[in-house]
């Protein structure tokens, strides 16, 4: 069987570590990673994780430029499977909504929603604009699946690090990819 494709965008809203986590569980489960990480996403990694952008990228299978609008993953002849944009800022989010590709990222979104495959968006932010909720509510038209990174604290957890894990498994869920063997998901009604 093949390994599944998926992009990561990583933008420049605050939680870098739920795209690091992303990239790090979906290499455990055996998917194939394309990473697209915007300036301000590395910018984003370095203030708020102990690694280097080019560290996080070392995580990944493949890595493009956010102006690399040649990349495969610019075309919807290349086979992918699915898409997150881990965290999603609302630039981003606004770009996707609107059908304005202006980097890799959006365009790697947009080739997602047009080839009807899996998009999922990470929003951050707080509280919300009206802007961003009809945001929200156009790229899910659009076909995109909204999903903040919200904490299961049915989950009891004990660090940052837990809380970031359970909504990462929660994404590769929605990705059609099942965490690896022994991750230790944590489900509502488990324990």
């Not at 493949?62 to 800022?89: E, K, N, Q, T």
Request: charged share 20%; with cysteine.
């Amino acid at each position: 069987m093949m390994a599944k494709q998926i992009v990561i965008g990583i933008s420049g809203a605050s939680g870098a570590a739920y795209g690091i986590r992303l990239l790090e569980e979906l290499g455990r489960a055996g998917a194939e990673t394309h990473l697209v990480a915007s300036r301000w996403g590395e910018y984003t990694i370095g203030q708020e994780t102990e690694l280097s952008p080019e560290a996080v990228k070392a995580l990944a299978a493949h890595v493009y430029r956010p102006d690399d609008m040649a990349a495969p993953i610019s075309s919807g002849s290349f086979p992918l499977d699915a898409m997150a944009v881990v965290p999603c800022s609302m630039k981003t989010l606004a770009g996707i909504a609107s059908g304005f590709s202006e980097d890799l990222i959006m365009r790697a979104a947009d080739v997602c929603l047009k080839e009807r495959r899996p998009l999922i968006l990470a929003v951050r932010e707080t509280p919300l604009s009206k802007i961003h909720i009809e945001n929200m509510l156009r790229a899910t038209e659009a076909g995109a699946i909204c999903m903040p990174p919200v904490p299961a604290l049915y989950t009891r957890p004990e660090s940052i690090g837990e809380i970031v894990t359970q909504s990462v498994f929660r994404i590769m869920e929605k990705l059609g990819v099942a965490p690896a063997p022994g991750s230790g998901i944590k489900r509502w009604g488990s324990g």
